[in-house]
Nanobody, 120 residues
Framework: VQLQASGGGLVQAGGSLRLSCAASGRTSSLYAVGWFRQAAGKEREFVAS????????SYADSVKGRFTISKDNAKNTVYLQMDKLEPEDTAIYYC??????????????WGQGTQVTVSS
């Protein structure tokens, strides 16, 4: 499975961005897809995830109510809608896919990162 992330950029605090993660290859092996982020000098952290076939979603407490993960199975794409962005959301965002029901920092598949910068 190959994952291609896109959609990052520079935005002012309070603004919005939408990230996309396009999956290709043997996508039938995916059970969960999610987003992680890594800020400068910090460890990679979980942001949000969704089941690939169903509708189970999970969010980090820091983004609940501001970020929404969704998917379009016809396009093999997962989205992360980020609203009310804060400077603390500045990081490189990575999409990840796993063959297990939970996607973690040890996920089977990773896309390249996309930079999100939120200015104050």
């Amino acid at each position: 499975v190959q994952l291609q992330a896109s959609g990052g950029g520079l935005v002012q605090a309070g603004g919005s961005l939408r990230l996309s993660c396009a999956a290709s290859g043997r996508t039938s092996s995916l059970y969960a897809v999610g987003w992680f982020r890594q800020a400068a000098g910090k460890e990679r952290e979980f942001v949000a995830s969704t089941s690939w076939r169903g509708s189970i979603t999970s969010y980090a407490d820091s983004v609940k109510g501001r970020f929404t993960i969704s998917k379009d199975n016809a396009k093999n794409t997962v989205y992360l809608q980020m609203d009310k962005l804060e400077p603390e959301d500045t990081a490189i965002y990575y999409c990840a896919g796993d063959r297990s029901v939970v996607v973690t920092a040890k996920a089977d598949y990773w896309g390249q990162g996309t930079q999100v910068t939120v200015s104050s």
